[in-house]
């Protein structure tokens, strides 16, 4: 890719990221009630003499939301330029710390769930594909694509019903075993997975289709093109031409695709890990919304916006060296 088009590519992203300031700036304000009044509210939302008014007043102008809103706005983008996301009004702690903790757990699920899906996604795609129009071809694509429909949070309750309530084959709730004492790495590294295995599955299984269909649909045109014929002419084994010379071509398109399911596994952990009460990032910002903590909200949609960018830019790098045509299309 050339420097003009590199530069094109950067101004894109940088709108986007401005369009997501504005909007991570402004959306949690648009939400009704205040930071201060919840925190002097119980668990039935009955107002109770936590803080008093005065107090209250004293928070907010500590906070800048006394000021108006476009001098918070740009107080706001100084404070980041100076890579500072503010402190946490709920929490008390500076937010990048509050997203720290959690984000190790919230990146462990959705980097397990993008292998997996991906890895059994090629799979089976591979597999319907030398099968297509048969039975089991049928039955699968009747079965992922009726199985996609089910909503993340419905599919993560009913695995958590089913192997976590009913069988207990898996823990209901956490990241670790409470107050465990561990033998050593590995025994820390099991109980880690043991706890991560039913929101990963969740997670995979919410993008398994769309990877399979991807790359099922991709191999059946592929094995159309009159390079395939020519090597099948040239005496090459079925194996060999459906594994090194059509698989291989089919892969650029999942290249793509995976930059885009970061980004709906970052969307789908926030429902999945309210479900299985999982210490993630997904966790942390239902607990900023309903104490509508402003700082804190802002960091992690910032953060997740951010991460999601950046796997998406790495992507098109990593698609344009795969594929040569790519930058010889856009240099014409």
Not at 197 to 222: D, W, Y
Request: proline fraction near 5%; charged fraction near 15%; glycine fraction near 8%.
């Amino acid at each position: 890719m050339r420097s003009r088009e590199r530069k094109g590519m950067a101004v894109q992203y940088a709108t986007v990221l401005f369009i997501i300031l504005v909007l991570n700036f402004f959306l949690p304000r648009m939400m009704p009630g205040d930071p201060f009044l919840i925190l002097s509210a119980d668990a039935e939302n009955e107002v109770v003499s936590v803080l008093t008014e005065e107090q209250r007043e004293y928070f907010r102008s500590y906070y800048g939301l006394d000021r108006p809103v476009h001098e918070q706005f740009i107080s706001y983008l100084g404070s980041l330029a100076r890579m500072d996301l503010g402190d946490s009004i709920y929490y008390k702690v500076p937010v990048s710390d509050a997203i720290w903790l959690r984000l190790p757990w919230t990146a462990l699920i959705v980097v397990g769930a993008s292998i997996i899906s991906t890895l059994v996604g090629i799979l089976l795609g591979l597999l319907s594909a030398r099968n297509r129009e048969k039975a089991g071809d049928k039955l699968l694509l009747l079965g992922l694509i009726s199985f996609s429909e089910i909503p993340s949070f419905l599919l993560g309750l009913i695995i958590l019903l089913a192997f976590a309530a009913r069988l207990k084959i898996f823990p209901l709730a956490g990241a670790v075993t409470p107050f465990a004492n561990y033998s050593g790495p590995l025994d820390a590294a099991w109980d880690i997975g043991y706890h991560a295995a039913l929101p990963i599955i969740t997670l995979s299984l919410t993008q398994l289709t769309g990877t399979f269909l991807l790359v099922r649909n991709t191999l059946v045109t592929v094995m159309t093109k009159d390079y395939i014929r020519t090597a099948k002419a040239n005496g090459i084994g079925e194996r060999l031409v459906w594994t090194r010379h059509a698989l291989r071509n089919a892969l650029l398109p999942v290249v793509t695709r995976v930059g885009f399911m970061i980004g709906m596994l970052m969307g789908g952990s926030v429902l999945v890990e309210n479900v299985f009460s999982y210490p993630g990032v997904g966790s942390l910002l239902r607990e900023a919304v309903v104490a509508r903590d402003y700082p804190l909200i802002q960091g992690i949609m910032l953060i997740m916006a951010v991460s999601i960018l950046s796997v998406n830019y790495l992507v098109d790098i990593i698609y344009e060296h795969l594929d040569p045509r790519v930058a010889s299309y856009e240099a014409a």
